[in-house]
């Protein structure tokens, strides 16, 4: 039968030679190759201290956005939470008080807004379901932790930095986002 | 026997008793690090500079883990297992001509515990004690897994120390000595080049196979074939008793590997050695000597580990069908070619 594609090999059943029995050459040739190999450039990354770039739209651990006057953009609405297809994200809606407007930007904010870093699968449904250019994934990696009650990420963890210089830049993460290039 | 060479024995012992620990410890960082080396990777490299407080680390976690004794099992040959092998591991080392001799008191001393004149045959007794270790272990665990992996380590070990046996044999019969005092000082000739490796090319051979096979290390490393048989004869073991276990091990280890420099390499000597030998005090020449034959071992160490990370296991009928009948023919036959050559030339 002819052989679709120049891949298959032929597969024999012959005898091993007096010089393959003896096994030593192929011990001897086995010896070489590894010692060819410890003189290799290795290929480990030592984690902490060297990381590895991550493509501009890497989907890591989320950032709750807030607007040029610092405002949280999250209303609690919810969106987020219903597209989760791991039921991550949990949130309490309160109701601003009066001389809070310069912390939410609309009437409803979020009191307390949580996601389960253990169940999140970091599939960006969040993002593309906000309607209120609030929640981004970030080139962020998500700390580990030693408990599982930590892994629960509160609003201190998520909310950006009031400051302009810790806002986080979601500028590439955004586009890929409204370009539905996920 | 007088004080100063009482003193100085007591001293040889106390220091291979820590040296004989210390190489242990650090195989046990080597080869993890040359593993890794092998594999493209950096191996350990956290603790300590280069990861040299590993084997610290690991000494550490082993004492901290909870000592498990399983219910079934029988209590005592379950702790004497681990012992047994640690002490049979430790005790061979007592043979080994580290140094030519030094003077005390007017008096020749050799830089070793016992020269007893049997020397091969306390090392083979000795040997062959060390699987009483693995078989107790693995039965009083009373787990089918360590029952088979002690099953297996005794079958091996009692076909391989024939073969070995004889390839020494032909060692004995070129040197006319059993004792490994006298076995180094005949290989002094030829300029500190007179090997038994040069004589001996096939007996070195089959020798090296069995030393690979009586440390359990891989391709024969069956006992503990952790794809098979969970982790072997010490699947029940846990703490410290695993960790004299595995401690044995690298301690056979570094026996063997002073077991092949010594029987086939020379020993302590080396080329120039009689240029050497005029022209410094005599301890400062044992001292050297003493640094050439650890460098021979230090080889032999890394060669086990090259090997093991480079040759897969063997199947076990395979293993036998090389102990009994490649190994055990071809040593007899060179038994009968050094009987030959004695006789004839």
């Keep these: ?182 | 026997m007088n004080d100063p060479i009482l003193i100085f024995k007591i001293c040889l012992v106390i220091v291979l008793f820590v040296v004989s620990l210390l190489i242990a410890a650090y195989s046990t960082y080597a080869e993890r690090k040359v593993a890794g080396f092998m594999q493209d990777r950096l191996g350990p490299n956290r603790a300590g500079p280069f990861g040299l407080l590993q084997p610290l680390a690991d000494g550490v976690k082993m004492f901290m883990k909870e000592d498990i004794i399983p219910d079934t099992s029988n209590r005592f040959l379950f702790i004497a297992g681990p012992a047994i092998t640690m002490i049979t591991a430790l005790m061979t080392s007592a043979v080994i001509p580290w140094a030519p001799g030094i003077t005390i008191n007017d008096m020749h001393v050799p830089v070793q515990v016992a020269d007893i004149n049997i020397g091969i045959l306390y090392v083979l007794g000795v040997v062959s004690l060390g699987v009483y270790g693995i078989m107790i272990g693995g039965w009083a665990s009373n787990n089918k897994y360590s029952l088979l992996g002690a099953v297996r380590a005794s079958s091996q070990m009692i076909s391989y120390e024939l073969a070995m046996g004889m390839s020494i044999i032909a060692i004995v019969m070129s040197s006319g000595s059993l004792s490994i005092g006298d076995i180094v000082a005949g290989q002094s000739g030829w300029g500190g080049m007179h090997w038994n490796v040069f004589v001996q090319p096939l007996g070195f051979l089959i020798f090296i196979i069995c030393a690979f096979a009586e440390c359990n290390r891989t391709p024969f490393d069956l006992p503990e074939s952790e794809t098979e048989l969970v982790g072997g004869y010490h699947t029940e073991y846990s703490s410290m008793k695993l960790g004299f276990y595995l401690f044995a091990e690298y301690v056979n280890m570094f026996i063997s590997s002073a077991m092949i420099s010594c029987l086939y390499f020379g020993g302590y000597n080396f080329p120039g050695m009689e240029a050497v030998q005029g022209n410094v005090h005599e301890i400062v020449f044992a001292l050297i000597c003493f640094g050439v034959l650890f460098a021979k071992i230090l080889f032999f160490i890394f060669f086990f580990m090259w090997i093991r990370w480079t040759i897969p296991r063997f199947r076990f009928d395979q293993l036998l069908n090389l102990g009994w009948k490649v190994l055990f023919p071809l040593a007899i036959l060179n038994v009968l070619i050094t009987g030959a050559v004695i006789i004839f030339l």
């Excluded at chain 1, 601003?96 to 310069?102: F, P, V």
């Excluded at chain 1, 990420?153 to 986002?177: C, H, N, P, W, Y």
């Design chain 1, 1 to 182: 039968m002819q052989s679709l594609t120049n891949r298959s090999k032929v597969v024999s059943n012959k005898q091993l030679s007096f010089a393959e029995r003896l096994y030593l050459p192929a011990i001897f040739g086995g010896l070489r190759i590894t010692f060819k190999h410890m003189f290799k450039k290795k290929v480990t990354v030592s984690y902490p201290e060297q990381q590895r770039d991550h493509g501009r739209i890497y989907r890591g651990q989320h950032v709750l956005k807030r607007d040029e006057q610092g405002r949280e953009n999250c209303t609690a609405c919810g969106l987020c939470a219903v597209a989760c297809p791991a039921e991550a994200i949990t949130m309490i809606a309160g109701e601003r008080k009066k001389g809070e407007e310069h912390l939410y930007r609309e009437e409803k904010y979020a009191v307390e807004y949580n996601i389960n870093m253990l169940r999140c699968i970091f599939c960006g449904l969040c993002e593309e379901a906000c309607p209120k250019d609030a929640i981004y994934l970030t080139d962020r990696i998500a700390e580990s932790n030693y408990e599982r009650g930590q892994f629960i990420f509160t609003k201190d963890k998520l909310v950006e930095g009031i400051e302009q210089d810790k806002r986080i830049d979601v500028s590439d993460r955004r586009k890929a986002v409204r370009n539905g290039a996920m």
